[in-house]
């Protein structure tokens, strides 16, 4: 087979597709590249919105992020490997009206400006590493001195004063490195993020650091839950392929999209509860964000777990009477921003998630 113009990508867009490329022939297959993140693209951009996609390959993603911003909005796609920047000219060729808001770089980003090296990852043309040097730990599709030159800038440097809503990040393992040099427009604009997390590929300390820095800018991190096409909360070293940021102040807005518990959070406490038939659950919180969880019984019994004696805000939350029962109360990681409440009984379960943001547990 070769390279073929196919007319419904996602339903509206035009797109050039190889067969001799990886990703190409799974688009020609599944239909898309990476579901997950479309879907988060769909759900967080908005019309007018400027949006910034690192590590842009062919366009699989740019496409939809220019259909979502409209004419009135701007993407910035970063792509330093020769191969795939020209593919991604072709593909934009395709669309003129996307093309029109969306402005190409051949650029790789980090957190120091100057010059690094493009090595082509696997057996794959398309994909590739940006590194000082040859990396014998990675996937490699060539030798140490198979690579490109690519010119390095900071993304703080180049966005100057202009807003970015969205920011989608897939380098192959760079993503710490990319984030460091954005630290301003992180703090100043608080974009949503979408960041490759493969922690079986990747330097795993690299990956901790990322998460690391984002939570020090206030934010929250989540997965996708692919089964029930809901959001979970995450934690290193539970990423999935790739992870959601959101800071904390945007959690309310977002929060009908972040429906189930959290499956990394361990159990902490647990407790036989037969005293009779559980009726209610109490979320409780104090302006420092310590924990109180009660349980009552249909006997007027209550259980309770807290570590502060502050209790200025309340959650409730009903559960279909059953018979018998047993509770859990389940606490996730205080550092990760959730903790998870998981009771059950003969007849029913009830699983919850409360997130920190703005001063208070939100529960989803």
Known sequence: M????????LGSYRIKLDPQFVLDRHVLEKGVWESHVVLFINYFVKPGQTCIDVGANSGYHTLPMA?????????????????????????????PD???????????????????KVFQAGNEPSNAYVSAEYNEKLWN???????????????????????????????????????????????????????????????????????????????????MHFERKKMTPTTFPYFQEDTLAIH???????????????????LAHSASHSEGLIKEIVIVTDDRLNFYVKISDSRGISRSW???EFIKEEQKVELTEGQGGRCT?????EEAGSIRVRVENE???????????????ILL
Do not use: W
């Open 2 to 9: 070769t390279a073929e113009i196919y007319d419904n990508y």
């Open 67 to 95: 259909g979502r911003v409209g004419p009135l909005g701007r993407v910035i796609a970063f792509e330093p490997n020769d191969l795939t920047y020209n593919r991604l000219l072709d593909n934009l060729s395709l669309n």
């Open 98 to 116: 996307l093309a029109k808001v969306t402005t190409c770089e051949k650029k790789a980003l980090s957190y120091e400006p100057g010059e690094l």
């Open 141 to 223: 599709g060539g030798g140490p001195e198979d690579y490109q030159v690519c010119d390095v800038i900071r993304l703080d440097t180049y966005m100057g004063a202009e807003s970015a809503h969205f920011l989608k990040i897939d380098v192959e393992g760079m993503e710490l490195e990319v984030l460091m040099g954005a630290e301003g427009l992180l703090e100043r604009d608080r974009p949503v993020i979408v960041f490759e997390t493969l922690i079986d590929d990747f330097d795993k300390a690299k990956i901790k650091r990322t998460e690391e820095l984002l939570r020090s800018h206030g934010y929250l991190l989540f997965g």
């Open 248 to 266: 904390e102040t945007q959690i309310v807005e977002a929060a009908e999209i972040m429906l189930s518990a959290a499956k990394f959070v361990p």
């Open 306 to 308: 807290h570590c502060s």
């Open 329 to 333: 109360i389940v606490f996730g990681d």
């Open 347 to 361: 007849a029913s379960v009830l699983e919850t998630t409360a997130v920190k943001a703005g001063g208070k547990l």
